[in-house]
DNA sequence: TCTGGGGTCCTAGGACCC
DNA sequence: TCTGGGGTCCTAGGACCC
């Protein structure tokens, strides 16, 4: 049996942890620069607040019901889905973080046990722990498992905590799921779905092999038999390196020079060489594009382009240099920017890399270089020691955050706040 | 005034090989 | 009238996830 544990409206419950006095109000979480709402609390969700709307058009609720409204603070989140996720380790000795508010959990060694005991056990430590609020799905594929996580949620019977275990209660489940609320189950597949009459999830497993599999393609059939309670997705349980890293923002403010433009791809490129490090890899092509304000009503322009690099590269200072070359080679001039963005890929895994004939790279001064700045940069703050061309920290295209909220629960914010 | 960011997998079709 | 058979690799685009 496989348990997925869910937090419940993650953001919003890691604002509420160290401030009481949100914790019976409508409370949102905006997206990057402000921009739209991420996650709601049971009250904003009450109120009619949608997933993903700008917060431009929901000022005036926002008013009138008191709404408490946050930028994210990844910095928070991300050590709070931690502390989460180290809880729920003590529960078995096999676990999938499937993404920054969500677990499975391999329960197959506990099969002798009352489940739903174990699940509530999981839920109520979790809470006390850590302070947020999380639903139990358990059956016996992930996909079951997904559906009941939900059906927990929603229905104030199970109040959180749901067993599929014995058929009858799997094939009403089924039932009572909608085919659009299936994990893996997008926009597009449900209108194909719905147009051929096949409305539930149970209506899906009817379906026979040949026809899922020409419609929904491999993935589906795989779907279908999870949903059937064959089990076709495994447990990951290491992530798999990255094949490819982005790191790309919109501009509190948007950007005409190229100048501008400059500052912020090479910040990006940083990230992009930071994160390479991190999972021991480089990178043998570099991707640049940059993009105006598609809302606006002014003259679009987008443009992207790769080059490969001689030698695969993880050293800021490199991937700077290339990025720039890059966004030189697409930049013109008169349009105002909202975006740009910077991606690597064909990455390779740095100690079994293969060098170039005419290797320029300097590649072992650079891997030492990057390991004395990561090692300063971890101990002083974020960018405390960073390349020149990557600009000021009081740069007018910098994220906006006007609502953010202290990094509680971390010694150093990432919003830089000493100078060396 | 104002609209996020980061990934994966699969398929079809083209280019190429013998 | 009629024009082989079997592969691989790469890329773009689409669909999905959080």
Redesign the pocket.
Known sequence: MIALV?CNNFYASCERVFNPAIRNKPVVVL??????V?ARSAESKALGIKM?E????I?EQVKQHGIEVFSSNYTLYGDMSNRVMKTLAEFTPNLEV?????SFLDLGHFFGKDLQTYAWEIKNTVLNWTGIPVGVGVAKTKTLA?IANRLAKKSSKANGVLVLQEPEHVKAALERTEVED???????????LKHHNINTAYDLTQQNDSWV?KNL???GL?LVKELRGEPCLQLEEVD???????????FGT?VKSLCGLEEATAL?AA??AY?LRQQGSCASAITVFITT?T??NTKQYYNSRTIQVPTPINSDLHLIHYASIVLKSIYVEGYIY??C?V?VSGLVPENTMQLGLFDGADTGKHRDLMHALDGLNKKYGQAMVKSAAQGSSKAEWL?KREYISPCYTTKLSDVPVARL
């Open positions: 869910d997206s990057n620069n402000d921009g739209c991420i993903g700008p917060h431009f058009m000022k499937y993404s920054i508010d969500e997904k299936i994990w893996g189950i997008g926009k597009q597949n449900a209108r194909l599999k393609t491999i993935v795989r798999p390196p990255k094949k490819n890293i982005c790191t790309s923002r919109s948007p990006y990230k992009c994160k304000n809302f606006a909202k975006k963005g991606i994220l």
